[in-house]
């Protein structure tokens, strides 16, 4: 069914940023399509942001990726390892520098998280309780705002993701979806009604408790909250470590694909019964190994056992359970767009 532009543009409560924070804008996360006030609204803001250049920028734990342009068609990127806050925002401003001279109008930060998106709290744009001790409680978007001079816009690595593949990618024709990323970690992003869900914080899907046998699976599972949630027992690093391989390297009929599809269902399973997305968009880099897609679809048709009477979970599932559609750049694509909502809720 084709997106209804009109159905989704309740104008929501006003979130632009405190005046003690001016030059960050928090955001409503939606759709840069989705600016309140029907197609009209939306037809305007693309036409004033057609001419303005943006940036983005999605932080991983281990990789930032910079990147200029209005879409996947012209998108310019660099990447570099994350060090220092201070070491790594330099290298950014040099590329930032270099693609856009002054021109630049807005930038989007898609952060590795845990992140603090409360723009009621004293800590909004902070990284909050991550591992990286240089990250710990840093004011990612407000040394952004400060060293650039620009309206910012900051979400979630994930959250980003899913509004790229909801505008360009895998999701363009749905407003209730998850977008789930099965890297060195698990995360996800829930659309609904054509909205990121924000709710408390943020969703942490790859924290969900699983079904755990110890007999048949004696991993205690890698997570140091939890051990055994999905993140712990799914992730590429809960691969690494308990087959002494990565998932790259362990061949395609290892028992590790089955286990790991096992897990992979049973979260989705919960996801489906929760949130009734119409679609789940699963990447990062373990489903790389695509293989394991059929293998998910199956056990999550197995799983749910006819509950949901949808052609979608049964005779439709190969287009319900789908890869991204944006590649390695579903987050840096988010990102630009979460610089122009930035963009636009300053105007
Ligand atoms: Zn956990």
Not at 239 to 267: F, K, M, N, V
Not at 314 to 337: C, F, K, M, R, W
Request: hydrophobic content about 40%.
């Amino acid at each position: 069914m084709p997106r209804d532009p009109e159905a989704p543009y309740q104008a929501g409560p006003s979130q632009v940023g405190s005046r003690r924070r001016p030059a960050i804008v928090a955001l409503e996360v939606t759709p840069v399509w989705d600016v309140g006030g029907g197609r009209f609204a939306a037809l305007e803001a693309e036409n004033k942001v057609a001419m303005e250049l943006f940036a983005g920028i999605e932080a991983g734990g281990t990789k930032f990726v910079c990147g200029i342009g209005t879409g996947p068609e012209d998108l310019s990127v660099a990447s570099f390892p994350t060090m220092s806050p201070e070491v790594t925002l330099e290298k950014a401003a040099r590329f930032f520098g270099e693609q856009a001279g002054t021109k630049l109008r807005a930038i989007g930060i898609a952060s590795f998280g845990p992140v603090d998106l409360d723009p009621a709290s004293k800590t909004y744009g902070h990284v909050t309780s991550t591992p990286k001790l240089a990250w710990q409680s840093y004011d990612f978007a407000g040394a952004v705002a400060r060293k650039f001079n620009l309206p910012v816009g900051f979400d979630t690595d994930v959250n980003a993701a899913a509004l790229a593949e909801a505008r360009w990618g895998a999701a363009r024709d749905v407003l209730d979806f998850i977008y789930l990323t099965v890297g060195t970690g698990i995360g996800g992003g829930a659309v609904a009604g054509g909205r990121l869900v924000h709710g408390l914080m943020h969703p942490e899907m790859g924290h969900i408790r699983l079904p755990h046998d110890s007999r048949q699976d004696p991993f205690p599972g890698t997570c140091p909250f939890h051990g055994d949630c999905l993140e712990g027992l799914a992730s590429g690093s809960a691969i690494r470590q308990r087959w002494g391989e990565c998932a790259r390297d362990l061949p395609a009929d290892h028992p590790a694909w089955a286990l790991e599809a096992h897990y992979l269902a049973l979260a989705l399973a919960t996801l489906v019964c929760t949130l009734s997305p119409q679609r789940i968009v699963v990447g990062g880099g373990v489903m790389q190994r695509d293989f394991l897609f059929p293998m998910i679809r199956h056990q999550l048709r197995s799983s749910l056992n006819g509950y949901i009477p949808k052609r979608a979970l049964i005779e439709e599932i190969d287009t319900y359970v789908v890869p991204p559609q944006l590649g390695n750049h579903s987050g840096v694509l988010g990102a630009l767009l979460l610089a122009r909502k930035a963009y636009l809720q300053r105007q």
